[in-house]
């Protein structure tokens, strides 16, 4: 199966599916549409803006880590959503590894963007071409290792470097997987708010940045699918 066809297969899967997939994402929708039209434009050091802001970072973590969860599981296993069934073991253990993969895709431009905080000519030039290095490393790590994160979902142990040689042959379609959909988002982000300039367009960037989001994770969902029946 092509990655096109990944892509259009679940594109089709979330429409098809709309009800479930609003169950999953409505309550995430919901803390970001506050968050940024509610609570950052309006910036202030009191106790209640701060209190406010940890707590929708809280909430937000909660539930996009239980979202996430909940798409692989409803991709691979078929379960239906349920929005009061955390699986706290299952979401910890998929966030302690996220976390881990994160680390690992984008810590080269972490680093790459504090090195010309030293003011140090030589590392300021360093830092120009780590930083091309550094989206080249990020788009090549986490298609070698992201077929773990399905695996974690549904509750199955994982040797998480390992993936990194049983990925073979579906690396390429998880690299454009992620490439395409994240180039849609981008161009959509960039008409609604450099090209049309509409306030209510936020709003419209919120709801398509979590469908691109869900498509994303559907389609890593599809792939593992695709690398299981392989193995097999």
């Not at 239980?66 to 069934?85: G, Y």
């Not at 470097?161 to 390429?172: D, P």
Request: proline share 3%; glycine share 2%.
């Amino acid at each position: 199966m092509s990655t096109l066809q990944i892509i259009n297969l679940q594109i089709k899967n979330f429409f098809d599916n709309f009800n479930h997939y609003l169950t999953i994402l409505v309550i995430p929708t919901i803390i970001s549409v506050v968050s940024n039209v509610y609570v950052l434009p309006y910036i202030d050091y009191s106790f209640t803006y701060l209190l406010l802001t940890w707590l929708m970072i809280f909430l937000s973590i909660i539930f996009n880590y239980k979202a996430i969860v909940s798409i692989h599981r409803f991709v691979i296993l078929e379960e239906v959503p349920d929005l009061l069934n955390f699986k706290i073991k299952v979401t910890f253990s998929y966030a302690m590894y996220s976390i881990l993969l994160a680390l690992i895709a984008f810590m080269p431009l972490l680093i790459s963007v504090i090195l010309p905080f030293f003011e140090n000519v030589t590392l300021s030039i360093i830092s120009i071409p780590l930083i091309i290095g550094s989206f080249i490393w990020m788009f090549i790590a986490i298609p070698f290792l992201s077929l773990n994160m399905p695996l974690l979902a549904i509750g199955e142990k994982i040797s998480f470097f390992e993936m990194w040689s049983k990925s073979k042959g579906f690396r390429l379609t998880l690299f454009l997987q992620l490439l395409l959909v994240t180039i849609a988002n981008w161009v959509f982000v960039f008409i609604a708010t450099y090209i049309f300039q509409n306030n209510y367009l936020d709003l419209a960037v919120i709801v398509f940045s979590w469908f691109t989001f869900a498509i994303y994770i559907s389609c890593i969902s599809q792939t593992y699918l695709l690398w299981k029946n392989n193995k097999t």
